[in-house]
């Protein structure tokens, strides 16, 4: 996702199952349609729709149903990226004499449609029409939606997005190393040093932020970067343990059962 576009999603079907990803920082509407959301491993159920906005404040694993959706009324979800640097500009400008207290911080804001962003967003699809309208446009939308984010009810937990050693800033710095390296050991002690916080303190402002542990964040990770090799590749169940970071075969067909309902090896064969 890049940081001045949109994304769109559309679907003319509902969803057989459950897919598993990983978000990005940014702001969803669904403005047709509706999806059942699934995160921090269950722990947080939630439906996004019409009436819905959602504002992901970190890279985390959730699982996506589409649960409404047809040819003459399809799926749209409409993603606005949002960037700690772009953040950071503007809390600045916003708040110079220094950031309000955030009550509570969080990787998922749910809260009901903000009819003031939600025109924006939708103002931006019309500048796929105009693309050197809408190469001037967009940046200045895109700020508008951050001013108005940061200025809303969950303005202060947003900026601290935008603060590297605030302790979002240093979560998001952990989940990007993770991103990275799933594949190789973790010892939490020495991700705890790299960005700067103590090991209780790493472990309880991680599944503050993202709901689940930093082993189960690695786990997860994990698991979906193997159901992409098995099922886009028809990787054997073996290579694909291997090359995610399982040194057993029969440990990771468990945990990959537990997660999607499956077997790893039925799961190749219904690609």
Same mark, same amino acid.
């Given at each position: 996702?890049?940081?001045?576009?949109?994304?769109?999603?559309?679907?003319?079907?509902?969803?057989?199952?459950?897919?598993?990803?990983?978000?990005?920082?940014? =702001?969803?509407?669904?403005?047709?349609?509706?999806?059942?959301?699934?995160?921090?491993?269950?722990?947080?159920?939630?439906?996004?729709?019409?009436?819905?906005?959602?504002?992901?404040? !970190?890279?985390?694993?959730?699982?996506?149903?589409?649960?409404?959706?047809?040819?003459?009324?399809?799926?749209?979800?409409?993603?606005?990226?949002?960037?700690?640097?772009?953040?950071?500009?503007?809390?600045?400008?916003?708040?110079?004499?220094?950031?309000?207290?955030?009550?509570?911080?969080?990787? =998922?804001?749910?809260?009901?449609?903000?009819?003031?962003?939600?025109?924006?967003?939708?103002?931006?699809?019309?500048?796929?029409?105009?693309?050197?309208?809408?190469?001037?446009?967009?940046?200045?939308?895109?700020?508008?939606? #951050?001013?108005?984010?940061?200025?809303?009810?969950?303005?202060?937990?947003? /900026?601290?997005?935008?603060?590297? &050693?605030?302790?979002?800033?240093?979560?998001?710095?952990?989940?990007?190393?993770?991103?990275?390296?799933?594949?190789?050991?973790?010892?939490?002690?020495?991700?705890?040093?790299?960005?700067?916080?103590? =090991?209780?303190?790493?472990? !309880?402002?991680?599944? /503050?932020?993202?709901?689940?542990?930093? #082993? %189960?964040?690695?786990?997860?990770?994990?698991? %979906? /970067? /193997?159901?992409?090799?098995?099922?886009?590749?028809?990787?054997? =169940?073996?290579?694909?343990?291997?090359?995610?970071?399982?040194?057993?075969?029969? %440990?990771?067909?468990?945990?990959?059962?537990?997660?999607?309902?499956? !077997?790893?090896?039925? &799961?190749?064969?219904?690609?």
């Amino acid at each position: 996702m890049s940081e001045n576009n949109l994304e769109v999603t559309r679907a003319s079907r509902i969803s057989t199952e459950q897919t598993s990803v990983l978000t990005q920082p940014c =702001v969803c509407i669904v403005s047709q349609g509706a999806k059942a959301v699934s995160a921090s491993r269950g722990n947080l159920e939630y439906v996004e729709n019409e009436t819905s906005m959602v504002v992901y404040a !970190a890279e985390v694993p959730i699982r996506v149903k589409i649960t409404r959706a047809s040819e003459d009324a399809p799926y749209f979800c409409l993603m606005v990226p949002l960037t700690a640097a772009r953040i950071a500009e503007v809390a600045s400008r916003l708040y110079p004499a220094g950031l309000p207290k955030a009550e509570s911080v969080s990787s =998922v804001y749910i809260s009901e449609s903000e009819p003031e962003i939600v025109n924006i967003i939708l103002r931006m699809l019309t500048y796929i029409d105009e693309p050197k309208l809408g190469d001037l446009l967009m940046p200045l939308a895109m700020e508008e939606i #951050l001013i108005r984010l940061l200025c809303s009810g969950i303005g202060p937990a947003i /900026a601290q997005m935008g603060i590297s &050693d605030s302790h979002a800033g240093q979560i998001n710095q952990a989940i990007s190393w993770l991103k990275k390296h799933y594949a190789e050991p973790m010892r939490v002690e020495e991700l705890a040093r790299q960005i700067g916080m103590s =090991v209780s303190s790493f472990h !309880a402002h991680f599944k /503050a932020i993202t709901g689940i542990s930093p #082993l %189960q964040f690695q786990k997860t990770l994990r698991l %979906q /970067a /193997a159901r992409r090799l098995i099922r886009m590749q028809d990787k054997e =169940v073996s290579l694909a343990a291997f090359e995610v970071g399982y040194a057993s075969t029969s %440990q990771f067909s468990r945990e990959y059962t537990r997660e999607f309902g499956t !077997a790893p090896s039925r &799961d190749s064969l219904t690609t």
